[in-house]
T-cell receptor, first 114, second 109 residues
Framework: IAGITQAPTSQILAAGRRMTLRCTQD?????MYWYRQDLGLGLRLIHY???????GKGEVPDGYSVSRANTDDFPLTLASAVPSQTSVYFC?????????????FGEGSRLTVL | GQNIDQPTEMTATEGAIVQINCTYQ??????LFWYQQHAGEAPTFLSY??LDGLEEKGRFSSFLSRSKGYSYLLLKELQMKDSASYLC??????????WGAGTKLIIKP
């Protein structure tokens, strides 16, 4: 089934630990995004990539890093997790680069940092 | 700063019509999106408006007034499965999406 796959779907993590959230898409979309969603707030962009080999910072990039070695994969790494990074993380993709177009979302990764 | 405002929660009756409003203040405008998000699930695309006016798609319609910084999503013949959060998002001058916090719509029988 075509779409975006995220892993893990849920994770409890001790503060200070390193964590990588995986995201893979099979739609050959150029652009990919990582958002976090917190209660009472809109989706907030963490990092994005308009095409393989390039990445950019979003609204809330601190404490997170990404890489885009190929078109399909866009992992998000928390180098040293803190409780404020407890959130639901969504990976998304779109066909275009700067032109956002419709976003296709993964099912989300619920992360709890204790 | 950039801001998207929409009501936090709305309640409507099955079979009725409901209008969810969204007002925005952004640096530039390159389109407005509506997404639906069921609890515990991913957002899914509903509509896109870039020109003023009404876009109709089945039971759902979306309206845009760029001069007023205003949009609404109209849902007709409400069904229980329409219970979800509805997210308004605006693409700014850099084509980055600015998201509202979402409107939780509760449908009662």
């Amino acid at each position: 089934i075509a779409g975006i796959t995220q892993a893990p779907t849920s994770q409890i993590l001790a503060a200070g630990r390193r964590m990588t959230l995986r995201c893979t898409q099979d739609m050959r979309h150029n652009a990919m995004y990582w958002y976090r969603q917190d209660l009472g707030l809109g989706l907030r962009l963490i990092h994005y990539s308009n095409t393989a080999g390039t990445t950019g910072k979003g609204e809330v990039p601190d404490g997170y890093s990404v890489s885009r070695a190929n078109t399909d994969d866009f992992p998000l790494t928390l180098a040293s997790a803190v409780p404020s990074q407890t959130s639901v993380y969504f990976c998304a993709s779109s066909p275009g680069g700067y032109d956002t177009g419709e976003l296709f979302f993964g099912e989300g990764s619920r992360l709890t940092v204790l | 700063g950039q801001n998207i405002d929409q009501p936090t929660e709305m309640t409507a009756t099955e079979g009725a019509i409901v209008q969810i409003n969204c007002t925005y203040q952004t640096s530039g405008f390159n389109g407005l999106f509506w997404y639906q998000q069921h609890a515990g699930e991913a957002p899914t695309f509903l509509s896109y408006n870039v020109l003023d006016g009404l876009e109709e798609k089945g039971r759902f319609s979306s309206f845009l007034s760029r001069s007023k910084g205003y949009s609404y999503l109209l849902l007709k013949e409400l069904q229980m499965k329409d219970s979800a959060s509805y997210l308004c998002a605006v693409a700014d001058s850099n084509y980055q999406l600015i998201w509202g916090a979402g409107t939780k719509l509760i449908i009662k029988p």
